[in-house]
């Protein structure tokens, strides 16, 4: 197993924490010299917060723990590709090296819908590594989108059937 391979299964875990909330199953960490420094999972419904992104929460922690916002020296693995708040927040922060285990294409942005990451424009680019894990990290987003579908209809079917009992 490489690295980036190693480093995406704690990604993976992460991601278990959100499903365990019964968030969308989305993990980060951030890794510097060989060593996690930040970690971080998708809690948007526990937090009721639009910025409690898995991404935004490790680089927090990461940059606490380096003691500077710019962590230059650091490599980001994400379950799904990011989002356009996320991957901003990756070039704002100058991480330069992103390793994404499955592509969105209905939000992502490194590659999906547009790709912030490596657009030459910005005064920083980040070398990105898609499909790392992809079965994994898809399966778990699948799985997990399935399982909400049927809940969603039993929660339907037992409403109806109160609504015709009454």
């Known amino acids: ?17 959100a499903g365990a909330l019964m968030e969308v199953p989305i993990g980060c960490v951030i890794v510097h010299e060989d060593t996690i420094i930040g970690r971080g999972y998708n809690r948007r419904n526990t937090d009721k917060s639009t910025l409690a992104h898995a991404e ?6 990461a940059a606490k723990k380096l003691g500077d916002w710019r962590l230059e ?12 708040m996320c991957a901003g927040a990756i070039v704002q922060a100058r991480i330069p090296r992103c390793v994404i285990g499955c592509m969105n ?9 547009t790709n912030l990451l490596e657009m ?16 994994e990290c898809s399966g778990l987003l699948t799985a997990f ?6 809940r969603d ?5 037992l409403r109806k059937e109160a609504e015709s009992a009454n």
């Open 1 to 17: 197993m490489d690295a980036d391979e190693k480093y995406m299964r704690e990604a993976l875990k992460q991601a278990g924490k």
């Open 56 to 61: 935004i929460t490790a680089i927090k922690r």
């Open 73 to 84: 020296d650091c490599t980001i693995y994400i379950t799904l590709e990011p989002c356009p």
């Open 105 to 113: 294409p209905k939000a992502g942005c490194a590659g999906s819908v």
């Open 120 to 135: 030459k424009g910005f005064n920083h680019q980040v070398e990105v590594r898609r499909d790392v894990l992809q079965e």
């Open 145 to 150: 989108f399935r399982e909400l579908r049927v």
């Open 153 to 157: 209809a039993e929660r339907k079917r």
